[in-house]
């Protein structure tokens, strides 16, 4: 088994770092580059920067706040929000972003994704897959698109397996009734979308303890584990999360 990577989200909105919960009641969460260098230093393995206001602004990422974050690092960095078109994701490639995350467009076109995984390769196409509970769901889950403000009636499940089919070389489920509560990760969620396909998963939305990091790769299923508030907020370190990653038997970097 790869070692599990640790993965802190920068939530941006006005050239700031936001977060809310359940997708709403924004707070300032400081400034993204100072923030990005300090992830690096305390041994972030990889960084996530979505631009949440691209879509529901209809316009795209803005390249400014891509340049500014990946000047200061040298970890992989994932970009999303507002990504439509392969001219999107070469232009935020070219900013200085490793791989891209697109969510909204891909549900919109699901061909995008294939057509991103040929041209810029599989490991660099991530879909974010962001769900709320529905019982009339087959799997229970909804996929919901426009920063959580559009229900599409599609299962979420089948949906990460359709895009893992299509070509996408990571999958970034994020359960809305967790965002943001560091109430503990939707493992229920996270387990359904890792069962369901090969590729590595993120789990997002909800961590807030270190039992909760441990939970979502041993309940859930994920290799990638993404957080927000808890670093943000410096309740927990990212070296605390690894070193209690590591006593309790997995593989992480150091």
Known sequence: MRPINIMPCLDMKEGRIVKGVHFVDLKDAGDPVENAAFYQREGADELA????????????TRLAWVKAVSAVIDIPLTVGGGIATLEDIELVLEAGADKVSMNSAAV??????????????????????????????PSGFELVVSGGTKPVGKDAVAWAGECQR?????????SMDGDGTQAGYDLEFTKAISDA???????????GTLEHF?????????????????????????????????????QVRL
């Open 197 to 207: 396909v090969t590729v590595p998963v993120v789990a997002s939305g909800g961590a």
């Open 108 to 137: 919109k076109d699901p061909n995008l994704i294939s057509a991103a995984a040929q041209k810029f390769g599989a490991d660099r196409v991530t879909v974010a897959i962001d769900a709320r509970r529905n019982a009339a769901m």
């Open 166 to 174: 299509l070509g996408a070389g990571v999958l970034l489920p994020t």
């Open 49 to 60: 920067m979505l631009d949440i206001a691209a879509t529901l602004e209809n316009r795209k």
């Open 214 to 250: 441990y939970e979502a790769v041993v309940q859930g299923g994920a290799q990638i584990l993404l957080a927000a508030s808890v670093f943000h907020y410096r309740i927990l370190s990212i070296h605390a999360v690894k070193e209690y990653l590591q006593s309790k038997g997995l």
